[in-house]
């Protein structure tokens, strides 16, 4: 099963050579034309950092996003389902393997890149994997008391220096958190803090908070990379599907 | 909850199916009542807080037109089903293959609809489903976000040209030009798959699709949609209709592959 994990991820790799060649305007570049990916990072006009621009997924942490932790806080239940599907053995009912949504934070570590648009009252996100959105509402509006369940929740953002607070709740408990299926409940609540370090150079650090999965919030820190002078690509999972098929 | 029942009311062709017509008109119906309440900000509103969906239309701060917003195509399934709904039969200038097509895809009661099957819709048919989709302006481009499909399209408008050699997709590659007052966006570079229409009105991979957004009012667009595809229609054919703006509301998920009940009816006849 490990190798069919691997499997997957090499099919990811592949797609990172993607084939257009556009080159992104507003990138600060070296004397011979280079993206300058360590040029500070810009700024909005009312002085906010920018953090537009498409990133590269850090799809280190797709197999395993607690791979850097000692211990994840497991309740006996949560436990129980990992450890059904850590070796791979439930990876049929990995929901993004039947072509529904990877969730949030899985989706941020997908093998594929993402576009975040910044606008006044609003972050978009642009998922290439499935072709899928988000809207981040940056305009002080509060997290739902009784929000629709969905796989990619509701969320808010605010700054708390130069960091992007996003918080997202609303989540149907159907998602894993990656592919060695680190559960979740419909009590998920997600904060991911994006910050810019530099115009190449993402900090993602991403806290789970799920009190009927685990005992107390834990947290992890993902670094996605900007993705210069290319596009993303249209991606619908349900054309040619070849996964599932394959998977025992 | 209306997660995916999208295909639902897609493919069902009013004259062969009244019944199923009827049903996915119900089913439209509820559509326009969202449930997440929330108020838009900056719509211009009467004395009695209501959305003043005749006031002027906004402008940027460049002097475009403003096109931001959450609209929707008002008319239910009618141009869903049939992109040609206004035109006569005659009007649709079909290179005789295509005729042969649309005729089997009528026949078979759209049993083949790609959209039955989780596919993207593609270009036209974004904007005909009765779903609301959310224009967003960014820097370079403009983009829309569709509720159908959970799905987006970047419409550049940073001066580039429609490639030369497209990849084949079903959403296709778009840019847009401002007209006077009017969003002019040209797509290429589609698949063969997509339907322009859910009673299965084929294209080939020649399809370039030019659609005129053009911001009457503070609530109203019209969209002016010409079929440019010389390998399946002998010559450009036009049609246009109206969206509405949708104030005080958000979108809603939309996971076609979640629960998707439509795949087991399309059976044909």
């Keep these: ?248 | 909850m209306r997660t995916n029942a999208m295909s639902d009311i897609f493919h069902r062709r009013p004259r062969t199916n009244a019944f199923v017509a009827l049903l996915a008109f119900a089913l439209a119906a509820p559509l326009s009542a969202q449930w997440i309440k929330y108020p838009t900000f900056g719509i211009p509103r009467t004395p009695d807080g209501k959305p003043d969906l005749t006031a002027p239309a906004p402008k940027l701060p460049d002097g475009k037109p403003d096109l931001s917003g959450l609209w929707h195509q008002s008319n239910g399934v009618k141009y869903t089903v049939n992109l040609a709904a206004d035109l006569k039969p005659t009007d649709v200038p079909y290179q005789p293959a295509t005729e042969a097509l649309y005729k089997q895809h009528q026949d078979s009661i759209s049993k083949d609809d790609p959209v039955g099957y989780c596919n993207f819709p593609g270009i036209p048919q974004m904007e005909a489903v009765p779903y609301p989709y959310k224009f967003m302006n960014a820097p370079g481009m403009i983009v829309i976000l569709y509720e159908a499909f959970h799905t987006y399209r970047q419409i550049f408008m940073d001066g580039r040209e429609l490639p030369k050699d497209p990849n084949p997709t079903w959403m296709g590659y778009s840019v847009g030009r401002w007209d006077g007052d009017t969003l002019v966006v040209d797509s290429a570079g589609f698949n063969d798959k997509s339907w322009l229409d859910s009673g299965g009105r084929p294209h080939s991979e020649a399809l370039h699709v030019t659609e005129r957004f053009t911001r009457r009012d503070f609530g109203h667009m019209n969209l002016q949609i010409t079929i440019d595809d010389p390998k399946a229609y002998t010559k450009p054919w036009t049609v246009s209709y109206g969206i509405t703006l949708m104030p005080d509301t958000e979108m809603i998920e939309y996971v076609c592959n979640e629960n998707n009940k439509d795949t087991p009816h399309l059976v044909g006849k």
């Design chain 1, 1 to 248: 099963m490990r190798r069919l994990l691997a499997a997957i991820v090499l099919t990811g790799a592949s797609l990172h050579a993607q084939w257009f060649d556009i080159k992104t305007p507003g990138i600060p570049r070296t004397a011979d034309g280079k993206p300058d990916l360590a040029a500070p990072a810009p700024k909005t006009p009312d002085g906010k950092p920018d953090l537009s621009g498409t990133w590269d997924a850090d799809r280190s942490y797709l197999v395993n996003i607690a791979k850097d932790l000692k211990e994840v806080p497991m309740r006996p239940a949560a436990l129980e389902l990992f450890n059904q599907r850590k070796d791979g053995g439930r990876a049929k009912e990995e929901p993004d393997a039947n072509c529904l949504p990877q969730g949030v934070p899985k989706i941020d570590a997908a093998p594929v890149p993402w576009k975040l648009i910044q606008g006044p009252r609003e972050v978009m996100i642009l998922y290439e994997a499935f072709t899928l959105f988000r809207e981040i509402f940056t305009d002080g509006r509060e997290l739902p008391k009784d929000p629709n369940p969905t796989w990619l929740g509701y969320s808010v953002g605010h700054w708390d220096g130069d960091a992007l607070v996003v918080e997202s709740n609303g989540f149907n408990g159907k998602t894993w958190l990656d592919q060695s299926g680190h559960p979740t409940s419909d009590a998920l609540h997600v904060t991911e803090r994006f910050r810019r370090k530099d115009f190449g150079h993402l900090e993602l650090e991403i806290t789970i908070d799920d009190p009927k999965m685990y005992t107390q919030p834990w947290t992890v820190k993902e670094s996605p990379r900007l993705l210069a002078d290319t596009e993303l690509l249209e991606f619908n999972c349900n054309e040619n599907e070849r996964d599932v098929r394959h998977i025992p």
